[in-house]
């Protein structure tokens, strides 16, 4: 019988005498837990660097950097404006960093053209309806400029930061279970080394600075569909599914 005091073991089972509340460490941590606790990591590192950001230079509290303006104005628009017309959402939230390029180019029926493909608001459009949702309530009752139902305001930040590392988090345990199930590694090897790249490279980067440019997800969807394809080959394989 395990003895007062003791923790769990490697294989996350067993614990210590009465009253005592099992602990989880970084060895005996589920892949899928471990993963989401980097991502969760990441999310508190991407606020405070937003704050940092927003407290020295006087902007507002904002992911939609760079090109992420671009890339959510698919998903803003549509959900606060119900049109794909951005003008009012680049001259309303963009401040100095509008140049008269930026909306000098329309097409055929006189809009804006944005030349960034729509894939990465889809994925924030659910949130980010949300968030329009919450915004909208909040406001009501005088909650305050902090919710304002305008498109960019915390929770619309928040949401579209949660949906993004969500992604991570699903990329990170998709490519664990690749490499445990395709290449045959062990377990706790294949989610250190996929700790590895992803905090090694400029993927954390994208996840933490700039997670509304739309690496991070398009990262997600590739990986996603390498292990649907990769799952529909082996059913093939086993003849559960006639491919043609």
């Not at 941590?29 to 993963?35: A, K, Q, R």
């Not at 090897?189 to 739309?214: E, F, M, N």
């Amino acid at each position: 019988a395990a003895g007062w005091g003791d923790t769990v073991n490697d294989q996350g089972s067993a614990s210590g005498g009465v009253g005592e509340v099992p602990t989880c460490t970084v060895r005996s941590c589920s892949p899928g837990s471990l993963l989401g606790l980097v991502a969760l990591i990441m999310a508190v590192v991407a606020c405070a660097l937003a704050v940092v950001k927003s407290h020295v230079t006087g902007a507002p509290f904002n992911f939609a950097v760079g090109d992420g303006r671009w890339y959510t104005l698919y998903a803003t628009s549509l959900v606060v404006d119900h049109d794909l017309d951005f003008e009012n959402q680049m001259r309303d939230h963009w401040g100095d960093e509008l140049r008269p390029e930026d909306v000098a180019r329309r097409t055929p029926r006189g809009l804006v053209w944005n030349k960034y493909p729509i894939g990465l608001s889809a994925t924030l459009l659910p949130g980010t309806w949300c968030a329009h949702q919450a915004s909208l309530l909040l406001h009501r009752l005088g909650a305050g400029r902090w919710c304002k139902p305008a498109g960019t305001s915390v929770l619309y930040q928040l949401s579209a930061l949660a949906t993004v590392l969500g992604c991570a988090w699903g990329t990170m345990v998709l490519l664990q279970r690749l490499l445990v199930g395709r290449l045959g590694l062990a377990p706790r090897t294949a989610t250190w080394a996929v700790l590895a790249v992803c905090v090694g490279s400029p993927y954390l980067y994208y996840c933490v600075r700039l997670p509304l440019v739309v690496h991070v997800v398009s990262t997600f969807w590739f990986v996603l569909t390498i292990t649907l394809a990769g799952a529909a080959s082996s059913a093939a394989d086993r003849g559960r599914v006639d491919v043609k």
